[in-house]
């Protein structure tokens, strides 16, 4: 069999056939099965998108229903999992807190050995619905406050933000939350779900799979770049800085400026054209304007100067932001979104599976290289 080189990173390089997401970088389009996500973004559902992602097309009214309340009836914690919460220490960041969770629900589900195409979608049910919890309850667990129970007559954003807050939440927060994790829901080859599907291709099991993908979502140059916005923009009001005179700093000092700049998108991310506007929405409503204000006098200097595009990360910065959500829970809520697409991915690789394993130009010493016995070495 004839090998051909990748570039660096794998730019480019063409990796599985999919039939979940589509995205054309150079006009800025994404689709979950064909539809545009500025379609689902106005008009759709969390609940509405996951059975999309995870059916291949959309629901009737009877589906969704059934849909909706299955993922409601899988809002199930077992009390061990929240002991081991419970067990961590207040330092862990909710991102390890999820990661090393979601890798011990596996011991506690029922379909724990089995890994057929209905098992996964179980699955998928039941860690879509737990990682949603596992994200609010570390959080209430580590404020030292009282656990809230899910609601299962509340969405699936609703009820995030009930077990997180501890309050029903307004229309504009659930709504808002809503078309964010329909935006995050899933994005082709991203690194998170590529290394879910190179794990899943193993026939290791689902649990495995997301686990590593909550690993490489964690990265700041991946999902992990939510959280740099907000502490960038947080530095900027310590430091009683001008927000641009900040910027042109960073890039002075070779630095990246986290939330711009994408592998594939050539132009406007168009899940960031939502998030703008949600900030700049949310920012009137509230009368908390700073962020906002800050990350547009950031976007406009960065488009000038370095011709680079915001992504979907810089203004969910400052939209969460002014929900009141706690920086440190942005990529987890990331997480929330995507193990929609992550368990998509997953069962569609299983459903055709070939084992992934790419080859590597060897760079090192050339063979044969002498073994030098150790008393030889000096
Ligand atoms: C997303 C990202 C990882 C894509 O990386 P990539 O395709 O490997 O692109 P590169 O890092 O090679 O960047 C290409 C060029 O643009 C520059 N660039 C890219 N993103 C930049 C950013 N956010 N700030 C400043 N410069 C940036 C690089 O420095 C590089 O310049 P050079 O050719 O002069 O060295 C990268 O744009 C980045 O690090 N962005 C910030 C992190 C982020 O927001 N991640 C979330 C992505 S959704």
Redesign the pocket.
């Known amino acids: 069999m004839s090998t051909a080189t990748a570039g660096k990173?794998l730019?480019g390089i063409v990796a599985a056939n999919s039939g979940i997401c589509w995205i054309d970088g150079d006009a800025g389009i994404l689709s979950y099965r064909g539809i545009d996500i500025h379609e689902l973004a106005s008009h759709s559902t969390f609940e509405e998108t996951a059975y999309l992602l995870w059916n291949g097309g959309l629901p009737n009214a009877t589906e969704l229903r059934d849909f909706s309340r299955s993922l409601a009836e899988a809002r199930v914690l077992d009390s061990r999992i929240i002991d081991l919460l419970r067990s961590f220490p207040r330092t862990g960041t909710p991102m390890e807190v999820l990661r090393t969770a979601v890798s011990a629900l596996s011991l506690y589900d029922a379909d724990e050995l089995d890994n057929t195409h209905d098992a996964n979608v179980r699955k998928a049910f039941r860690l879509t619905a737990q990682v949603a919890m596992i994200v609010a309850i570390y959080d209430r667990i580590r404020k030292g406050k009282p656990i809230v129970e899910a609601d299962k007559n509340l969405t699936h954003a609703g009820n995030f933000l009930w077990m997180l807050t501890g309050e029903k939440p307004s229309e504009t927060a659930t709504r808002t939350l809503d078309i964010a994790l329909i935006l995050h829901a899933d994005h082709e080859l991203n690194a998170s779900t590529f290394a879910a599907r190179v794990i899943a291709a193993t026939l290791s099991d689902i649990h495995s799979a997301v686990t590593g993908a909550i690993g490489a979502l964690k990265g700041?140059?991946?999902g992990g770049?939510n959280e740099a916005v907000m502490r960038m923009l947080f530095a900027i009001d310590k430091a009683g800085a001008d927000p641009v005179e900040y910027v042109k700093q960073m890039?002075a000092d070779k630095k990246?400026?986290?939330?711009?700049?994408?592998?594939v998108y050539k132009t406007e991310d168009p899940r960031a054209t939502h998030l703008r506007r949600m900030s700049e929405q949310l920012s009137k409503d509230s009368g908390i304007t700073k962020w906002y204000d800050w990350s547009r006098k950031i976007e406009l200097y960065i488009n000038a100067e370095?011709k680079?595009n915001a992504?979907?990360?810089f203004y969910s910065a400052s939209t969460y932001t002014t929900l009141g959500i706690d920086v440190d829970l942005f990529t987890p809520i990331f997480a929330v979104s995507r193990i929609a697409g992550w368990s998509a991915h997953v069962i569609e690789q299983l459903d055709d599976n070939r084992l992934i394993r790419p080859r590597a130009e060897y760079i090192g010493p050339a063979y044969p290289s002498p073994y030098v016995p150790l008393a030889q070495r000096g």
């Open positions: 990173g730019e700041p140059l991946h770049a890039l990246k400026v986290s939330g711009f700049g994408h592998r370095k680079l992504n979907v990360d």
